[in-house]
């Protein structure tokens, strides 16, 4: 993720009319990554946000205040700010009680422009920023863009086809409701993957012209290779091990149960095996509770196979020390049942890490098999485990894929070429070029 300025007072708006825009998002874009309130989303709005106030557009992003040690108001790039909206308590809260707070945070929204939007365009981020960026669309009849980042509807397929167990059905039939009324209403959609686009048209209706396929980015200057060996040496790790590493949100759809027990058919065939889990805020005074949650489960699976010596979890780690754990790992590992992009996999491209990862949504678009990464079906650890030995046994191809990801992502997801995708979008939703 991208390195984040220090909170500071916002600097004096001197951007004219048409060249500013409200994003509203629920992941606090400053928050250290990997916890439950800060990820993909969080790393997409920061890094999105820098470089379109580099094209010169003055971005204000509006986010729920979820901290009492945090600003109100911080300054992010030269002319762009993030608004620390009061919507409930001042702490983290899980997503699926966003409803019930909304309203309020749209009210917040109105007392901080002292009810004259300033704004030409509004831009939502998941469904919770969608309905505040269409009620204010609606109040000040501006245009409106909508970034998903997840649907639903394919969660809740997801749960049913892995038989997971559902106790929120109400909530998902709340989210399936607004997503579908944003979508019909937004002028605009920015899909992360093809597979996305189609889905929205199949399920939602939502018509093909207003659906803007363009993927997530990758911070080109923060992700780049270091050598394994000295990358592992700035982590105290073993140079001879093969190191699985998984990096992201501790949630059940991230398949990390899958991970381990692929590990637990690997161990009898690597010698010197040892999987690195970063994601969750689970250690000390300040854990999550829903982190926490997932992490005791996971720990058990884990006492249960009698993995403790080969399965660590790490927590939170520093976004800017993020870089290295890539950089020393044999493999990246993405097991997830459902996941509509997976930015983590571009940063680790971009850190020539061999990808391993499920045959689903948008992974399935960034990774072609066996040419800049393998594909495994998902919850198949067996096929897991094969796909890591085909990587472990062949040092060459795991080169190969290395060098052709590396390539993939330099050439086609730097942050700077998918922002000036999205502006020329800006421009046209303003009306005409700024």
């Known amino acids: 993720m991208e390195k984040t300025s220090s909170e500071s007072e916002p600097a004096p708006d001197k951007s004219p009319l048409r060249k500013r825009v409200a994003m509203f998002c629920h992941d606090d874009p400053l928050a250290q990554l990997g916890a439950q309130e800060s990820g993909g989303q969080a790393v997409y ?20 205040l979820d901290s009492r040690h945090k600003k109100s108001v911080s300054l992010i790039g030269r002319n762009s700010r993030l608004i620390r909206l009061q919507g409930g308590p001042i702490k983290y809260i899980s997503r699926k009680l966003l409803f019930d707070f909304l309203p309020e945070l749209y ?12 704004y030409s365009l509004f831009h939502g981020h998941y469904w919770d920023g969608g309905w505040l960026a ?60 093809s597979s996305e686009k189609l889905f929205l048209q199949q399920q939602y209706k939502t018509f093909e012209e207003k659906i803007e396929v363009i993927p997530g980015g990758v911070n080109l200057k923060i992700f780049s290779p270091v050598s394994r060996q000295e990358a592992r040496k700035k982590l105290a790790l073993p140079e001879k091990e093969l190191i699985i590493l998984f990096v992201g949100r501790l949630e059940w759809r991230k398949g990390i149960g899958t991970l381990i027990h692929a590990a637990n058919l690997l161990k009898s065939e690597v010698a010197h095996l040892k999987v690195l889990i970063i994601g969750g805020k689970i250690y000390g005074r300040q854990k999550n509770t829903d982190d926490f949650k997932e992490y005791q489960r996971l720990l058990k699976i884990v006492g ?23 950089c020393s790992a044999n493999a990246l590992v ?20 061999t ?5 689903v949504g948008g992974l399935a678009k960034i990774i072609q ?33 290395t060098e052709n990801g590396y390539k993939n992502v330099v050439e086609n997801y730097s942050w700077k070429k998918i922002a000036e995708q999205i502006s020329n979008i800006y421009s046209q939703l303003i009306g005409g070029k700024v």
């Not at 920061?46 to 509006?62: H, P, T, V, Y």
């Not at 245009?143 to 509807?153: E, T, V, Y």
């Not at 993405?334 to 890490?353: D, H, I, N, Q």
């Open 45 to 64: 709005v920061n890094s999105l946000l820098r470089e379109l106030d580099k094209n010169g557009w003055s971005i204000d992003a509006f986010a729920r």
């Open 107 to 118: 009210e917040n929204f109105l007392k901080f422009i002292n009810r004259q939007n300033s």
């Open 134 to 193: 269409a009620k204010a669309s609606k109040q000040f009849s501006v245009p409106f863009l909508q970034n998903f980042h997840s649907l639903g509807k394919i969660r809740l397929q997801v749960k049913e086809q892995y038989s997971y167990k559902n106790n929120g059905k109400d909530i998902f039939d709340k989210r399936l409701s607004l997503e579908e009324e944003i979508s019909k209403h937004a002028d605009a959609i920015i899909s992360l993957s």
């Open 304 to 326: 249960d196979l009698g993995m403790e010596n080969t399965i660590n979890f790490l927590g939170c780690v520093d976004n800017n020390r993020l870089h290295l754990f890539y």
């Open 334 to 353: 993405v097991p997830s049942y459902y996941e509509p992009f997976g930015l983590v996999t571009l940063e680790s491209m971009a850190c020539k890490t």
């Open 355 to 359: 990808i391993i990862a499920s045959n």
């Open 369 to 401: 098999d066996n040419v800049n990464g393998l594909l495994f079906q998902p919850r198949n650890p067996v096929d897991l485990k094969e796909k890591v030995l085909k990587i472990h046994k062949s040092p060459e191809l795991a080169k190969t894929l």
